[in-house]
Structures are given as structure tokens and as C-alpha cells.
T-cell receptor
Framework: GAGVSQSPSNKVTEKGKDVELRCDPI?????LYWYRQSLGQGLEFLIY????????KSGLPSDRFSAERTGGSVSTLTIQRTQQEDSAVYLC?????????????FGQGTRLTVV | GNSVTQMEGPVTLSEEAFLTINCTYT??????LFWYVQYPGEGLQLLLK?????DKGSNKGFEATYRKETTSFHLEKGSVQVSDSAVYFC???????????FGKGTKLTVNP
């Protein structure tokens, strides 16, 4: 009965390396979101998954960023060739049916540091 | 585009003081408005919401009223406690969209 779980909680990586961030949403939630929280930009929407529909990728900042959601549950956010400006806290959230009608629940985030 | 502007703080108050955190928005149509709170070491939590003009959201002694005429959703609490120390985010959700648009957050510290 846990909430949204994200792993790792902290990740330090070297510039140019690829990283994968994982999100386990609340069981049964069909909607899943990724947001980025950085000092300069605040909280920004990245991507949204709803059931089997095509994801809304309109917030992804560059083609180095991608995400998938396997089996309608776990999601992975991948950042290729990381840059220092990718350093941020990456937040995942899930919602039973979407935020227009139901609440979104956030995980504690993955703090990514690119050195 | 849609945007949210909130006072950035930090805000420091003594226990039992009155709290106001201002939030104004720019959006087309009639968005839903939210206040989220992030306690130290925890994830974002929904504090309260309002979905139409003149609605008042309330929770844990906090209140905010959706004011369309001033495009505002100011957060208020009559008597803050040390346990209210956190970062507060104002946000909007455009009708038909699933993308929350957040303000930059306001850090509140309440001293005993």
C-alpha cells in the first residue's frame, strides 16, 4: 500500500554518461507523470502517460531525454549523454484517472547530480 | 502561455502568526488551482484545490479562494505552527490538460 516509489534516491554521474531513473506508481493508477525540479527553473512538466495512449512528451527538454512505461506500471526516464544543466530533482507522480478528476500523488524524487 | 507567479520568500514567522502567500496566475479559460506543500525530506502533497471561480479550498487550517477577477489564489492561515514549516507551491491545471504549471515555491519557516 506504499505511495509512489522512485529509485535511486540520489544519483551522481559524470558528464556524458547515460542515466536511468525508475518510478513505481501506486498500484492501479493509470496516469503517470514526470516533472523536474531545478533551482533555476522551478518545477517543470516533462512527460505524461495515460493507460495505453501515446504519451504526451511535450515537456521533454531535448532528444537526450526519453521515457517509457512498461505494462502500464513501472516507468523509466532515461537521460543520454548527461550535461551539468540536467542536475535537478526528478519527480514522478501517479493518479488514478488523471488530474482533471483525481489527485496526483508524488514520489520523493531522484536527485541527479552531473559532475 | 499559462503561468503562475507566487511570492518567493523565504517567509519567516513566529508561531501563531497570520500567514499569507500570494499567488497570481495567467491562463486562458478557467483552470483549476492548487496549493501543494513539500515538507522537509518528503514528496509534494496536495494541500488544497479549487476548480471554479469563488470556490474556496481548505485543509489543515489553510484556505485559498479562487478569484477570477484578480486571477489570484492566495494561501492563508490564521495561526501557523512550527509543523507548517515547508515549501508551498501554487499551481494551475488548464481544462483538458494534464500538465500542472507550478509557481517557483515559497519557503516558510515558523519559529517557536
Amino acid at each position: 500500500g506504499a505511495g509512489v516509489s522512485q529509485s535511486p534516491s540520489n544519483k551522481v554521474t559524470e558528464k556524458g554518461k547515460d542515466v536511468e531513473l525508475r518510478c513505481d506508481p501506486i498500484s492501479g493508477h493509470t496516469a503517470l507523470y514526470w516533472y523536474r525540479q531545478s533551482l533555476g527553473q522551478g518545477l517543470e512538466f516533462l512527460i505524461y502517460f495515460q493507460g495505453n495512449s501515446a504519451p504526451d512528451k511535450s515537456g521533454l527538454p531535448s532528444d537526450r531525454f526519453s521515457a517509457e512505461r512498461t505494462g502500464g506500471s513501472v516507468s523509466t526516464l532515461t537521460i543520454q549523454r548527461t550535461q551539468q544543466e540536467d542536475s535537478a530533482v526528478y519527480l514522478c507522480a501517479s493518479s488514478p484517472m488523471g488530474q482533471q478528476n483525481t489527485e496526483a500523488f508524488f514520489g520523493q524524487g531522484t536527485r541527479l547530480t552531473v559532475v | 502561455g499559462n503561468s503562475v507567479t507566487q511570492m518567493e520568500g523565504p517567509v519567516t514567522l513566529s508561531e501563531e502568526a497570520f500567514l499569507t502567500i500570494n499567488c497570481t496566475y495567467t491562463a486562458t479559460g478557467y483552470p483549476s488551482l492548487f496549493w501543494y506543500v513539500q515538507y522537509p525530506g518528503e514528496g509534494l502533497q496536495l494541500l488544497l484545490k479549487a476548480t471554479k471561480a469563488d470556490d474556496k479550498g481548505s485543509n489543515k487550517g489553510f484556505e485559498a479562494t479562487y478569484r477570477k477577477e484578480t486571477t489570484s489564489f492566495h494561501l492563508e492561515k490564521g495561526s501557523v505552527q512550527v509543523s507548517d514549516s515547508a515549501v508551498y507551491f501554487c499551481a494551475l491545471l488548464q481544462g483538458g490538460s494534464e500538465k500542472l504549471v507550478f509557481g517557483k515555491g515559497t519557503k516558510l519557516t515558523v519559529n517557536p
